[in-house]
């Protein structure tokens, strides 16, 4: 009879080493189709909603960076005592403010620096005067726009006719005498390379595309390597059905088709610049490395399904006996976890039942926990936890059974045990726990718990039981911890 019942057996785990190859290997593969379709999904969302939001904040975080130096620059040339007092006196030596404008310009490493006064309407700059500002004239239309301001200061991007109409990032700041009277603009001017520079940089740091567009839709700069070639997103293949909602402040994320390949684009307006970034990425860079990691998922997959089969008959038996171990025991202090107290406390309940023999129940926890991990770190936290638990059975009878409740929290069954002998290995586990110096790191750490213990009565539930001992565990707690109250 056991000879045939072990034949049976071995047919049976090699019928079940069948359906594990089966399994197997269908759910590899439909968990590698599955993935690599979450996986695209999620690469979708992963760019459109994280990674070229943060490039963006991240370049925006660089030219908000590069810009604070030369509006402190052009604030203080607004407030300095110098420049006013030079106008209130009648502009009259031409050369110390043509000095100073350029002294402001090496010292701080500005591309320009510049003023121009409300009463004479002179254009002064580093290398002497420029001209005269004219109301009629197109390109002197900024000054009289920062005349009119509220704010004391503006950052715009201007051709500079002192270096040839470079495109040059100014920032105009208003000038005010003694009295707030308005007597001119002061300000320096940076060269948009810094800004040609950053772009280039985050384009081989984050292998993204990145480009700015003005408010009428125009690319003003755009990577060396961005393959951005139009002159405006009004003309770009794909952006340009889209290219008049953006304009209109419609900053966000959007996707079009440029050149055969799916383009997701973060676009953010830049108020101070007045200027859009765009920050893209082809999607289908991104999916070729995905396809790959397929393609190398089903390979590992089918070799470890092989192996798996090899080594099953083998480890069958030794990997349910672990099973069933990590199921009920609990991994940090080696006690029985929730689960096999579940079962154990069921089991007890139906025999006090039965028999009319009493039990009781007994839950405890650490004082002050958090200060423990507060002090010596949650490792050290952690060796407490399971040295209190060592402690516990180490005071208990063979008989009792001692989990890990959750946390800091223990639960301790106490067969055939009523409540004065409960209150006794209560109290032995108290006094052990206070006793004892757990040395973690050469560090000796001092700690105590708080007990509640209820005896089970007839007719009693397991919610019924715990929740008098629960109750008896705040008691402790509430009268000063360390100590053993009854429910």
Request: proline share 1%.
């Amino acid at each position: 009879m056991l000879k045939s019942l072990r034949v049976g057996e071995v047919v049976d785990k090699r019928r079940l080493i069948a359906l594990l190859g089966a399994l197997l290997i269908s759910g590899f593969l439909a968990t590698s189709l599955l993935g690599y379709i979450v996986a695209r999904s999620s690469m979708h969302d992963a760019i459109v909603a994280t990674e070229l939001p943060l490039t963006s904040d991240n370049i925006y975080s660089e030219i908000q960076h590069d810009l604070i130096r030369p509006i402190f620059v052009s604030s203080m040339m607004a407030n300095d005592t110098f420049l006013r007092d030079w106008v209130l006196n009648g502009e009259r030596d031409v050369d110390s403010v043509t000095r100073y404008l350029n002294e402001i310009k090496s010292r701080y490493g500005a591309f320009t620096a510049f003023f121009i006064s409300e009463h004479t309407r002179v254009y002064y700059h580093a290398d002497g005067i420029l001209k005269v500002i004219q109301e009629d004239e197109p390109r002197d239309v900024w000054y009289f726009r920062v005349r009119q301001m509220v704010e004391p200061y503006e950052i715009n991007v201007d051709p500079d006719m002192a270096h040839n109409d470079a495109m040059t990032i100014f920032i105009n700041y208003r000038v005010q005498d003694y009295n707030s009277n308005y007597i001119g603009v002061a300000g320096v001017g940076l060269t948009v390379s810094a800004v040609q520079q950053l772009i280039n940089d985050y384009q081989k740091k984050y292998g993204r595309i990145v480009y700015f567009v003005d408010h009428e839709g125009k690319i003003i700069f755009s990577g060396n390597d961005s393959g951005v070639s139009e002159a405006s997103i009004q003309v770009r293949e794909g952006m340009k059905d889209f290219a008049a909602e953006m304009l209109a402040g419609k900053t966000g994320d959007y996707q079009y088709d440029y050149k055969g390949h799916t383009h997701l684009a973060n676009v953010r307006y830049i108020p101070d610049l007045k200027w859009f970034l765009v920050v893209e990425k082809a999607e289908d860079e991104a999916l070729a490395k995905i396809r790959q990691t397929l393609y190398t998922n089903l390979a590992i997959s089918f070799l470890v399904s092989l192996l798996i089969l090899a080594a099953a008959t083998y480890t069958v038996n030794s990997y349910q006996r672990r099973l069933e171990l990590m199921a009920t025991t609990d991994k940090l202090t080696g006690l029985a976890n929730r689960q096999a107290y579940d079962l154990l406390m069921a089991q007890a309940m139906k025999d006090a039942q039965r028999s009319g023999e009493t039990m009781s129940l007994v839950l405890f926890d650490i004082d002050n926990f958090k200060t423990v991990n507060d002090r010596y770190g949650h490792l050290a936290g952690d060796y407490v936890i399971s040295q209190v638990g060592e402690i516990a059975k180490a005071n208990l009878r063979a008989s009792d059974i001692v989990c890990r409740w959750g946390g800091e929290e223990y639960i301790v069954l106490l067969n055939k045990c009523n409540e004065a002998d409960a209150l006794h290995l209560a109290e032995k586990m108290r006094l052990a726990i206070a006793d004892a110096s757990i040395v973690y790191q050469d560090k000796a750490i001092k700690t105590s718990a708080s007990f509640g213990l209820a005896q089970y009565r007839p007719g009693d539930t397991h919610d019924a039981l715990l929740s008098r001992a629960d109750h008896a565990l705040y008691a402790a707690k509430d009268a000063g911890r360390n100590q053993v109250k009854v429910g």
